[in-house]
């Protein structure tokens, strides 16, 4: 790796095997003629990169305000915080057909490209948004108290406290939280983009639509390339814009112990804490994944973390049969109240919604079951791939040194931009059910693969010491040691993971370019959103699903995993 | 009278209950004086020095400013912290500038005048500094630094050594004392929060001892002994075991005859007390 002149040091730390790998690949590429499309999908990536930037620009102005605002009054927090709290817990691309039409409505007619492109930028900063706003609000918050009687006593106000004080403490945080939420950004820009190009006449340039467009005319070759021009450009940003900005942001960290001799590194969130004791590329590569794989999903998280810090109590097991019932029953309920809706507004408003829309209502429950069904099997086959993956990588030094850089280039394709590659591929071979699973498996698995690789990484080397001068080895030492020490991380990969599957399933379910038969489509939630949103006459369809899902997910995440996760932090972990 | 406290009382809402802090806690502060607070812990030394200043309001009683009562913060007085609370993302200079920059003078008087209290404090060299690059000791000078240069009439230090080791704390004490002397410098008085009984004697013109919460004041205990102090004179020692005294048994004493305190009023003490000597 060092005797090679003629690469740059950046070049031989992503790509550690002497650069070759990318070279390897742009001229078996090259071969294959990939370079006519080289110039459309870089054009259409840039306008992508354009959306991605006004939606970051307008997300951080938000932040600061919102997150400034409950952290400053007591009123607001009272009600801005719980609002970002469910906010966060929504499967973000649910509300995307309703956003677009609402955009394209106002925005200058079904012919004018401002109202969709107002709708992906739209989406992009509400994936964006809630865990900056969250950033900004728990660095105020944490702002120690003889800082905050300083600023009092010296009668700091306005403007100078603003950009002495305030925005000074945030830098950290929004850094960090800046990655996570670009990472996440990815993900939905693409989505909106294919689901944009699905539904009209119009066609949104960007690299989202490229991929669709490519994707219908079984063009393989241009989509692998599409997606190598976008993993270029998040490597680029990465090196050239995040690295800079982490390093620049140094300067404002702090720690909070008093008169500290040396500042101790305080970490953005409770997951980089493991990193402390990892010292090289690894770590910093592993960090990079695990920021690529953490999107807003994290957010529930830190929201147990901020309400259990009370003493929360360990859920007995009648009260999780409890949750799990009063979940249950709280669905059923949903579905009952949806069908007196549906006989309420047709008999009241005297359009009648189309029988065949009733029809598609009233699978409704079905169908979520389905969906439900098919995270799941999608959540088992990634904790069959993922966990060995990590183990392995986790164990064998050499390995991960030039695999872990490959994982994280390929987990910082968005699952988004795969699909159509994964679509073409699969769908004929393996059919369309199969396909969805493994899309879904794309928006899981990584999740998971981080935040298992870091709870491994943060066991303690003098715990595994003290395990194996027991005689403890194999299997054992794995159920005794292995297991219980990275449970935590486990059930927070497990939380991501969910989180980014449901939104990876309302794309996966269907894909269709414009009046073409569907590419993909399976019965399920996902399928039922966007038909809702294509047919005619058909949003209540629309709305129900919607309403519906949000109401599932939220049950889950309230029923099993906020009470998992709280039990997990409390039992197991380590200080 | 500089500063005149009255009967204030300080009460929080607790979990169960309303805790009283200080009740009835009444003293005042002359123009130049050095005057400390002692007192056992959670008596409320620190909560009252911010009620002087007016960060908070007392539940009842009133605090005046030369004769105005104090509303708002009081920018005539500045605080120094027990953990510095410095900005860490500023430089020393940056730091130093904060007050200044707050009361919104011109860019070219504030780099005079912090300037200025940089060579004052000894911190030449050191402008371009984070403060995580200092030690302690230096953090606590920028502290005094930025204090000073907002001119306060009155000092207000909050525990201000107790984060430093014995040399540097001794070194900034004097350090302190010859500002405070010093005629050209501000402040004129000074309010010293401490729970090192051996520093308040060394330092004040006056100690005001403090009882148990719910407080209230014990007793002025003037320090007569010239300057500088000898901590080894018979004196030096009798001032400290009378304030240590009223400190423990919370009972208010005779004036200072060289025997030690005997209960001059019965005051209701669940301690008991100890015999003359």
């Known amino acids: 790796m060092e005797g090679h002149p003629w690469k740059s040091p950046y070049l031989s730390k992503v790509f550690p095997i002497g650069g070759v790998a990318p070279f390897a690949i742009l001229s078996s590429l090259a071969t294959a003629g990939w370079v006519p499309i080289l110039p459309t999908a870089t054009i259409d990536l840039l306008y992508s990169l354009g959306r991605m930037f006004l939606a970051y620009l307008v997300s951080l102005a938000f932040s600061l305000v919102y997150g400034y605002f409950a952290a400053t009054e007591r009123a607001f927090e009272r009600v801005l915080i719980p609002i970002l709290d469910i906010l966060q817990s929504v499967p973000i691309l649910g509300f995307f057909p309703v956003a677009i039409d609402f955009f394209v409505r106002y925005g200058g007619g079904p012919s004018s490209l401002i109202g969709p492109n107002l709708a992906a930028i739209f989406l992009v900063f509400t994936s964006m948004s809630w865990n900056m706003a969250f950033g900004v609000y728990e660095s105020l918050k944490g702002l120690p108290l003889e800082m905050r009687e300083a600023t009092e006593s010296f009668c700091s106000t306005g403007w100078q406290r603003f950009r002495r004080v305030i925005l000074p403490s945030t830098v950290n945080r929004l850094v960090y939280n800046s990655q996570l939420s670009w990472t996440g950004g990815w993900f939905f820009l693409v989505a909106a983009e294919i689901i944009q190009t699905s539904s009209s006449t119009v066609t949104l340039p960007g690299i989202g639509s490229f991929l669709l467009v490519q994707a219908h005319a079984g063009h393989t070759l241009a989509l692998l390339t599409g997606i190598a021009v976008l993993v270029v450009l998040i490597v680029i940003l990465d090196i050239f814009v995040w690295r800079p900005l982490g390093r620049w942001a140094e300067r404002y960290r702090y720690d909070t112990t008093p008169s500290g001799e040396s500042d101790a590194r305080s970490s953005p969130s409770g997951m980089a804490t493991p990193f402390r004791r990892v010292a090289g590329t690894m770590v910093r590569t592993v960090v990079t994944g695990l920021r690529r794989a953490q999107t807003p999903f994290l957010s529930i998280t830190q929201s147990v973390r901020r309400r259990g810090r009370g003493g929360a109590s360990r859920p007995r097991t009648r009260t999780i049969v409890r949750y799990a019932v009063e979940g249950a029953l709280l669905v059923a309920a949903w579905f009952v109240l949806i069908a007196i809706g549906v006989q309420v507004y047709q008999t009241l408003v005297g359009n009648p919604i189309p029988a065949t829309v009733v029809a598609q209502i009233a699978t409704v429950p079905m169908a979520m079951g389905l969906s439900i069904l098919r995270v799941v099997a999608a959540f088992g086959i990634s904790v069959a791939i993922s966990l060995p993956l990590a183990i392995y990588l986790w164990r064998h030094a050499r390995a991960a040194r030039w695999g872990l850089p490959l994982v994280q280039i390929v987990a910082s394709v968005p699952a988004t931009a795969l699909f159509p590659l994964l679509a073409v591929v699969f769908v004929r071979n393996v059919g369309p059910e199969v396909t969805s699973v493994l899309v879904v498996v794309t928006g899981m698995i990584w999740y998971l693969f981080f935040n298992v690789l870091s709870g491994l990484r943060g066991i303690p080397p003098d715990l595994e010491e003290a395990a194996r001068s027991f005689g403890l080895g194999g299997r054992r030492l794995h159920r005794r040691l292995t297991f219980p020490a990275t449970y935590p991380a486990f059930v927070t990969g497990a939380i991501t993971a969910f989180g980014g599957g449901w939104n990876t399933l309302i794309l996966a379910e269907y894909l269709q370019y414009q009046n073409s038969p569907p590419i993909v489509q399976v019965p399920g939630i996902g399928e039922l959103l966007q038909l809702g949103n294509l047919e005619s006459h058909a949003t209540a369809l629309l709305v129900v699903s919607l309403f519906t899902l949000i109401l599932v997910v939220v049950v889950i995440n309230e029923v099993v995993w906020k009470p998992l996760y709280r039990r997990v932090v409390d039992k197991y972990h380590f200080d | ?277």
């Open chain 2, 1 to 277: 009278m500089l500063i005149d406290v009255e009967n204030v009382v300080k009460s929080f809402p607790g979990r169960h209950g309303t805790i009283i802090i200080m009740d009835g806690v009444t003293f005042s502060v002359r123009d130049g004086e050095f005057l400390s607070i002692v007192g056992p812990s959670g008596c409320g030394k620190s909560t009252l020095l911010r009620l002087i200043q007016g960060l908070d309001k007392p539940t009842s009683g009133q605090i005046r400013f030369r004769d105005r009562p104090v509303e708002a913060v009081c920018q005539e007085m500045a605080m120094v912290f027990q953990n510095f609370a410095l900005y860490p993302w500023l430089t020393v200079r940056e730091n130093v500038a904060f007050g200044l920059e707050a009361r919104r003078w011109p860019p070219e008087r504030i780099a005079r005048q912090v300037e200025r209290y940089i060579s004052v404090t000894g911190l030449v060299g050191f402008e371009e500094a984070y403060p995580r690059e200092l030690s302690g000791g230096m953090r606590q000078r920028v502290g005094l630094a930025r204090a000073l240069a907002v001119e306060p009439s009155v000092l207000l230090m909050d525990e201000p050594f107790s984060a430093l080791d014995a040399l540097t704390a001794e070194g900034l004490r004097d350090e302190v004392l010859q500002l405070w002397k010093d005629p050209t410098l501000p402040p004129e008085a000074v309010l010293l929060v401490t729970h090192n009984i051996e520093e308040a004697i060394t330092m004040s013109d006056r100690v005001v001892v403090m009882s148990r919460r719910p407080s209230r004041v014990l007793e002025c205990v003037p320090v007569d002994l010239p300057r500088p102090r000898d901590r080894k004179h018979p004196d030096f020692y009798e001032l400290m075991d009378r304030v240590y005294s009223l400190i423990t048994e919370g009972v208010r004493s005779t004036p200072l005859s060289g025997s030690a305190g005997v209960p001059a009023t019965a005051d209701p003490s669940p301690v008991e007390r100890r015999p003359p000597s």
